[in-house]
């Protein structure tokens, strides 16, 4: 039977090509990058030692640099498999979990309906590119001009106009011998029974061809261009062609451009036609917009089939962040390993438009390095939301907290959502470090986070339990609040090994790329960073290169401040003279102490809690077992900080590398 395209491309899109293909091959763990459904492995078509076999999920295509094999799914099971293209077909479709179609004669039918459908819309976008050129097009032609678009632009988004006619194109597509019916089925008039004569859906716009995943015309945006429009834009009605929550404007093209050689990496989601257009033009041409409505889960699916970490850019008023708040309650649900969010919020009043205008793409870079975790979004949305001067307000701060995190199925994504509420909540709440000192929770002293986690009790300076002076309050980094943040030094550590020796990454990307940083400056770098590299390849990837990238993005004052803090420690390890074997090393040695240090804070909390409910409970042998266990891990965290204090300095050793002096 006759497969029709919607369903091929529908089972295509569910299933990975890498869960296809890794029945038959083993990939390669130092090449392959799974977070980035990037694989690579010994060509299966033919004999081979080193692998060249290189297949992505995100194109759904594979490629051999050997041989020169290439394909998709279906071609790859036909090809090694030997099976036929229907049983191909039937694997894929189990796979998907989806029916095989029925074989029915209507559904060809209506195929061919849909293929005469997509005919008649490539008229009507023809008939509107000619109408913006004409003495009628004048003042659309000049609203482009004045929004700093080019021909070239405008030719490559195909941008047209409507005449204020209500019948123009409507005559044009009869004149061309096509039937009212299939004028109607594609959207471009209104019709109804208590309409006597129908009429040109699109009147007095410019026009903006939405294209589909083979790009190809299913339907149209339309800017009104007199201000007593009822609708600034219209979208087409939905139609067999066209399911707006389904679509995202400039989809393919922004793909493509993603997944090319000079591809961003990622997919920026902005919020309309025109954005997408000005970033396109200012160089950023991996950008799409939902058509006019807010983002729905069909989209959020189709952008996280372009890139694990799409960024969603929104405008910084009120307005923004309300569509921002909304995008995040839609995704919480839907995050796994690998696959999440990020928000980038524009200076309030702007666009993307009116930063890429005057200035060009740097000022939209900026906006971009600075996007925000899901995490922080939610927790600076509930903290803003009030006052938490009351047991009972913190309460329900930290019940709603517990509800909204609830939500995500995923449940190893769930239980480190609740240990980083919980970390925040503690933050926020109970800062026992106070100048002075407190000699509570020293064996998490080190780890940057310069407070302790889960505390319950604790006289503040004042006399208040569990409070403290504004002025004495340390932040996460252990810095006056007011003052320059310097991270803690073991995440200074992590960080300025990798700036110091990029040539890591490409040895241990998954690892390094799912630091956890405390520090909020070092999350900001650490994201410009793994975007800087990511455009980065081969030799490409250097110190010098990756140093210029970030100091380009306002990043210089921190990396010196970074590379004074570890050399006044004298961790050589992780500054430039250390030999890669060594900076290697040392890094590995102080990442394995950020995570069980860590794991020890989260065991902690944890254990205080039972103990506080144990008490309410008034289980005193439960109590008794629970402060042992406190016990232990406050033993293990003190063990931990001096197990640190004695390999600070071990790069020296080696003698591979230089000392303060050279020698």
């Not at 319950?456 to 996460?476: F, K």
């Amino acid at each position: 039977m006759r497969f029709s395209n919607t369903f091929l491309d529908e089972i295509r899109d569910r299933v990975p090509i890498s869960d296809v293909i890794g029945r038959r091959v083993t990939w390669d763990r130092r090449k392959t990058n799974v977070p980035r459904g990037d694989y690579w492995a010994c060509c299966p078509f033919h004999g081979e030692k080193s692998p060249s076999f290189h297949c992505e999920d995100r194109k759904g295509r594979y490629h051999c640099f050997g041989c020169g094999v290439t394909g998709d799914h279906f071609r790859f099971l036909t090809e090694l498999e030997g099976l036929s293209f229907p049983e191909a077909v039937q694997q894929i479709a189990d796979m998907a979990g989806v029916a095989m179609p029925v074989a029915d004669p209507m559904e060809a039918k209506r195929e061919k309906e849909r293929t005469s459908l997509l005919d008649v819309m490539e008229m009507a976008t023809q008939f509107f590119q000619d109408q913006l050129q004409t003495a009628t097009g004048a003042k659309a032609r000049a609203y482009l001009r004045d929004r700093g678009l080019t021909g070239r632009t405008i030719e490559t988004f195909r941008l047209g106009y409507s005449p204020d006619s209500r019948n123009a194109l409507k005559e044009f597509l009869a004149g061309k011998g096509i039937a009212k019916e299939q004028i109607e089925a594609c959207g471009l008039v209104v019709y109804g029974p208590d309409i006597p004569v129908s009429y040109d859906r699109f009147r007095d716009r410019i026009m903006f061809p939405i294209l589909s995943s083979r790009e190809k015309v299913i339907a149209f945006g339309g800017r009104a261009m007199s201000s007593d429009a009822p609708a600034k834009y219209l979208n087409s009605n939905e139609t067999e062609l066209f399911h707006k929550g389904n679509v995202l404007y400039n989809f393919t093209r922004a793909r493509r451009a993603a997944q090319g050689s000079d591809g961003a990496g990622t997919i920026i989601a902005v919020e309309g036609y025109m954005d997408v257009i000005a970033l396109h033009q200012a160089g950023v041409e991996n950008a799409v917009a939902p058509l006019g409505t807010a983002l729905t889960e069909n989209q959020l699916e189709l952008l996280w089939k372009m890139t694990p970490q799409p960024v969603l850019c929104f405008d910084g008023d009120g307005a923004g962040i309300r569509a921002a708040n909304r995008a995040a309650d839609l995704s919480l649900p839907h995050i796994k390993p690998g696959r999440t969010v990020r928000f980038a919020l524009l200076p309030d009043g702007k666009d993307p438009d009116d930063l890429v205008r005057h200035d060009g793409r740097a000022p939209f870079d900026k906006v971009l390095a600075q996007a925000k975790p899901l995490a922080e979004m939610i927790w600076t949305r509930e903290v803003n939301s009030g006052k938490f001067d009351t047991p009972e307000a913190r309460a329900e701060l930290e019940a709603r907290l517990r509800q909204m995190v609830s939500v995500i199925s995923d449940e190893d994504v769930r239980r480190h959502y609740q240990q980083d509420m919980r970390d925040r909540l503690n933050g926020l709440f109970q800062p026992q470090f106070r100048r002075g000192g407190n000699p509570q929770g020293r064996g998490f002293s080190r780890d940057g986070g310069g407070r302790s986690f889960g505390g319950r009790g604790g006289q503040g300076q004042d006399g208040a339990a569990g409070s403290v002076r504004p002025s004495d309050r340390l932040t996460r980094s252990g810095m006056i609040k007011g003052h320059l943040e310097v991270p803690g030094l073991r995440e200074s550590v992590l960080a300025v090994t990798i700036v110091n020796h990029p040539l890591l990454l490409q040895d241990e990307y998954d690892e390094i790329a799912a630091i956890d940083y405390e520090s909020r400056e070092l999350q900001r770098l650490w994201s410009a960073l793994l975007g800087a590299a990511a455009t980065m390849t081969g030799p490409q990837l250097t110190r010098e290169r990756l140093l210029e990238v970030l100091e380009e993005q306002g990043f210089g004052a921190l990396l010196k401040g970074l590379d004074q803090q570890v050399r006044n420690a004298r961790l050589w390890t992780a500054t430039e003279e250390a030999a890669m074997e060594d900076a290697r090393e040392g890094y590995r040695q102080a990442l394995a102490l950020h995570k069980r240090s860590k794991a020890l804070r989260w065991h902690k909390i944890e254990l205080e809690r039972a103990i506080a409910e144990a008490t309410e409970d008034g289980d005193g042998e439960l109590i008794e077992q629970l402060m042992r266990a406190l016990q232990e891990v406050q033993l293990e965290a003190l063990r931990l900080e001096n197990q640190e204090a004695i390999i600070d300095g071990f790069g020296v050793l080696s003698g591979r590398i230089k000392g303060p002096a050279g020698k």
